[in-house]
């Protein structure tokens, strides 16, 4: 690692600390020549995901276009920003685990369903009619009684109230 003050590549890690559940590390390094403190990260490098749309085109796996598309889902009902997050890495993740490098957004799509029917069968409903885009009434109310009859697996954000 390059000093950014002198130019110098000789340093040494004066403290290491993980930044995130991604794997990132934060180092905090001094510079052996100028005696300058400068700190670096680092990360896994990921192969890129890519898409494939319904109509066929492909484009590069974006997770901040999922993680609004799921906020916007969510508008104004009470669900934390950060249980979205944590909704939109584990669909990352579980993405990395495949080891594809092209997947159909139909399975992205599907994922996001299933992370927000667990947190708010509102947003659920919500993402599905954008997702499956609903036309008509009927296709509300099919969703709606489907919902019904499908059994709600809470996520760890909200505890049981009524353990059975």
Same mark, same amino acid.
């Given at each position: 690692? @390059?000093? &950014? ?6 340093? %040494? ?8 559940h991604?794997?990132?590390i ?7 020549r100028c005696?300058f ?10 192969? !890129? ?8 085109r492909?484009? &590069?796996?974006? @997770? ?7 906020? *916007? ?6 669900? /934390?920003?950060? *249980? ?5 890495d584990?669909?990352?993740?579980e993405l990395? !685990? ?5 997947? &159909? ?6 994922? *996001?369903?299933? /992370? ?23 296709e509300?109310i099919?969703?709606? %009684?489907?919902?019904? @009859? /499908?059994?709600?697996? &809470?996520?760890? *954000?909200?505890?049981?109230l009524?353990?059975?």
């Amino acid at each position: 690692m @390059r000093c &950014p003050k002198c130019g110098s590549i000789e340093d %040494k890690v004066i403290d290491s600390r993980p930044v995130n559940h991604f794997g990132a590390i934060r180092r905090r390094r001094i510079c052996l020549r100028c005696q300058f403190r400068f700190t670096t990260y680092e990360e896994i490098e990921r192969i !890129a995901t890519r898409l494939i749309k319904g109509d066929g085109r492909h484009e &590069p796996f974006d @997770r901040n276009k999922l993680l609004a598309g799921m906020v *916007a889902a969510c508008l104004k009902r009470p669900v /934390k920003l950060e *249980a979205l997050e944590q909704a939109a890495d584990e669909i990352v993740q579980e993405l990395e !685990a495949t080891n594809e490098r092209e997947i &159909p957004s139909r399975t992205v799509g599907i994922m *996001a369903m299933e /992370k927000l029917h667990q947190l708010d069968e509102v947003a659920y409903v919500r993402y599905a009619s954008v997702y499956r885009r609903f036309e008509e009434v009927g296709e509300f109310i099919d969703e709606i %009684k489907q919902l019904a @009859r /499908k059994p709600r697996v &809470p996520s760890g *954000a909200q505890p049981d109230l009524f353990p059975a």
